[in-house]
């Protein structure tokens, strides 16, 4: 267990690192428009959508993919206006501004997590705490 919480922090961190070296630059807020909802199809045969925004940057058009599957009962109208963050250096990458800010918190709350299951791993083979689960029998 420690040695995936090691690794997987470690995978989290380099891959939070290149993201964030590749965002170094000036950073524009434009308003982008739903233009589209692309469907996926699960498993579960239930449909659920990808909101498909357009927004233009130096008058050319870009699209940007919201992370969000949505199903059809939550789907938000064509023409919905959202804030998209662009950079100078990769402004066909553009990312909508909430999605970007949430993705900080559930980093850091991973990060918090796996600390815990690595911390409480570390303390149990030191032999400080003793972790038990209850037999089935």
Do not use: W
């Amino acid at each position: 267990m420690t040695f995936i919480c090691i690794f997987s922090g470690y995978r989290m961190i380099k891959h939070f690192l290149r993201e964030r070296k590749k965002r170094k630059g000036e950073k524009y807020f434009i308003t982008g428009e739903l233009i589209e909802h692309k469907e996926h199809i699960n498993r579960r045969s239930s449909n659920t959508f990808q909101d498909i925004y357009s927004y233009t940057y130096n008058g050319e058009t870009y699209l940007a993919k919201g992370k969000i599957l949505r199903y059809k009962k939550d789907l938000l109208p064509i023409g919905t206006k959202t804030e998209i963050t662009i950079y100078k250096n990769y402004p066909n990458e553009g990312i909508l501004t909430t999605l970007d800010k949430s993705n900080i918190f559930m980093f850091i709350f991973i990060m918090i997590v796996m600390t815990f299951f690595l911390v409480c791993g570390i303390l149990e083979t030191l032999g400080i705490i003793y972790i038990d689960f209850p037999k089935k029998y």
